[in-house]
């Protein structure tokens, strides 16, 4: 049975190509650059650069690969867990039980704080501007917010994950502009390999600061690229 209560009808966004870029087409008939390409394009790389540096071209393109797929699967068993209101089984394969484990570990530490679910990997824009899909949305602990989960290798300290925040706030103000919602909280939920669980907030105290900070961004990347 599914936790997803239905309280909004997600319009469906659609990705496509244009002049080679991937883009999101909307249904006001827009095609607009993603939240995570915004993000990409405007990011200083240069601790990425030096860290695929430090540990080689090879082993990078490994680890990356590997974490992107525990994550993956760690998204898809919350994500089933939501929409059909059990446990999808992990099998035998060892980064599927590692993922699963994860993925609990998720669930025991916030989703059970979550008091309503509105949607699943719900696709959000903001006309004529960008575009997205979060994880989900809903309210926690009675307020209205986005939510992301979030693997990593390691523990993460704030300073390290500021477009994370970001990415919330991208997609509150797409929500509150799309669906005529007064969002603003955001909450990453986030389990790493040795199952610690941290978790990093966005409050009403706080959301000026990040919107600020993502508009920014937002002008940056149109002043710099055309989609």
């Not at 990356?64 to 929409?83: C, W």
């Not at 089984?89 to 570990?105: H, I, L, R």
């Not at 501007?129 to 009675?142: L, M, S």
């Not at 669980?197 to 990347?221: A, C, G, H, M």
Request: charged letters at 25%; a neutral charge; proline letters at 3%.
């Amino acid at each position: 049975m599914t936790l997803i209560t239905n309280k909004i009808d997600y319009k469906k966004l659609s990705r496509t190509s244009l002049n080679g870029k991937r883009v999101y087409q909307c249904p006001d008939g827009s095609a607009v650059a993603s939240v995570t390409t915004i993000l990409d394009a405007t990011k200083d790389k240069t601790h990425l650069m030096e860290w695929r540096k430090r540990v080689g071209e090879q082993n990078a393109v490994r680890i990356t690969k590997e974490a992107s797929g525990i994550g993956t699967r760690m998204h898809k068993y919350l994500e089933d867990y939501i929409e059909l209101g059990q446990w999808s089984s992990p099998g035998s394969n060892p980064y599927a039980q590692q993922a699963f484990k994860m993925a609990q570990v998720v669930h025991e530490n916030a989703l059970k704080d979550v008091n309503e679910i509105w949607g699943s990997e719900v696709g959000l824009y903001f006309p004529k501007i960008y575009a997205g899909t979060t994880d989900c949305v809903g309210e926690y602990k009675g307020a209205p917010c986005i939510i992301d989960f979030k693997q990593t290798n390691k523990p993460k300290k704030k300073e390290w994950i500021e477009d994370y925040f970001l990415q919330l706030v991208a997609y509150a103000e797409a929500h509150n502009e799309t669906y005529g919602t007064d969002i603003k909280e955001g909450h990453v939920f986030m389990c790493a390999r040795d199952l610690t669980y941290q978790q990093f907030d966005i409050t009403p105290l706080n959301y000026s600061k990040y919107k600020d900070l993502w508009w920014s961004r937002v002008e940056e990347y149109y002043i710099k690229h055309s989609v």
